[in-house]
């Protein structure tokens, strides 16, 4: 059993599977001249109210390294949280991906960094013995589940700005974040000054599937030769596109982030009134991180449950919900745990 280990754990929703099955119906041109392909675009840009130019890759990995290329300089550096998952979880990809820049990690709270913590560590410009201040990177929701509220992100880009740096969100758990602001996707990404997204479906119900959304034509330039140098161009780009495709119609996205974000908070809430859980980090999204007893975790090991404490959540247990999870998964968990206590 490894519910709650990640949202990356679930199987795909049945709307996806439906669209790929849809998809899978005689023959259409190659390498993404296709009506799914085709029609992302215009989607995309109905969704976030202004045209956008849409890539597609089937890793957040790639979406993240390719992204940050688009923008970043081989002799820039990139500024982004100490936890962020383009520092602790993407294997050096971001640094291969752009020929060389340098990741410059920022402290925080919560798992995020605020605009004055972005501005005491810019240092370099002009200065040709260094890497040049080139991208900030924000993750939304971050790696602890909490979120970026639109007066951060602000004052964030606001700096950005002033130091001729690019903005780049890692929207991994992107819908998670709008479900939680209960604000637009334009309104938490371009209006607030964020110029590259790469917007994940893979944790929320899609097979394999995350878009790279520029807002900004200029930032494009020779993209399309990035992505297919690395692999993402597919050559059957119809079953990538039609996930994505079902995942932004009839708002199957926000759909779903509103049960994983709902679950999450009833765990959140029912943990919290156990003795001896101590919720970590607040509870704004999908993810759930408490500190537990080594007794409690060695028996939901053995439960099958995956309780293993990271430290890099300060020695906390994460549990994840998603697209499907129920309450009765939810109350299953905390009877396992409650035979423990």
């Not at 640094?95 to 004055?116: N, R, Y």
């Not at 939304?140 to 979120?147: F, H, I, N, P």
């Not at 779903?256 to 919720?279: P, Y």
């Not at 300060?314 to 423990?340: H, P, Q, Y």
Request: aromatic share 10%.
């Amino acid at each position: 059993m490894t519910i709650f280990a990640s949202d990356n754990v679930t199987a795909a929703c049945p709307e996806v599977i439906q669209a790929i099955n849809n998809a899978n119906n005689g023959n259409v041109d190659s390498y993404g001249d296709d009506q799914w392909t085709n029609n992302l675009e215009r989607k995309f840009s109905e969704l976030f109210e202004k045209k956008v130019k849409v890539f597609t890759a089937i890793t957040g990995t790639a979406a993240n390294s390719l992204a940050l290329s688009a923008i970043t300089p081989n002799y820039g550096n990139i500024y982004c949280h100490k936890i962020s998952h383009i520092n602790v979880d993407e294997c050096g990809a971001p640094e291969f991906f752009t020929g060389g820049a340098k990741l410059i990690t920022i402290d925080g709270f919560d798992g995020k960094f605020s605009a004055e913590d972005l501005r005491k560590n810019i240092r370099g410009e002009g200065v040709v013995h260094n890497t040049q201040p080139s991208t900030v990177s924000i993750t939304q929701s971050c790696e602890t589940g909490v979120v970026y509220k639109i007066d951060e992100i602000e004052k964030i880009t606001e700096i950005a700005k002033k130091n001729n740096m690019k903005v780049h969100m890692d929207g991994a758990r992107f819908s998670n974040a709008v479900v939680s602001l209960k604000k637009t996707p334009a309104e938490i990404t371009w209006k607030s000054g964020i110029d590259v997204l790469t917007f994940g479906g893979t944790k929320n119900g899609c097979l394999d599937a995350e878009a790279i959304i520029f807002f900004k034509s200029e930032d494009i330039k020779n993209f399309k030769y990035l992505q297919k140098r690395s692999g993402q161009l597919l050559s059957k780009m119809r079953f990538l596109s039609a996930q994505l495709d079902a995942y932004i119609s009839n708002n199957l996205w926000y759909k779903n982030a509103k049960n994983s974000n709902k679950m999450a908070k009833i765990l959140s809430t029912k943990l919290s009134r156990l003795n001896s859980i101590e919720i970590t980090y607040p509870t704004e999204s999908n993810e759930v991180f408490v500190k537990i007893p080594k007794s409690i975790q060695d028996h939901l090991t053995k439960k099958g449950y995956y309780a293993v404490p990271d430290e890099t959540f300060d020695g906390s247990v994460r549990f994840v919900s998603a697209w499907n999870t129920t309450e009765k998964d939810i109350d299953k968990l905390v009877k396992t745990i409650k035979e423990k206590l």
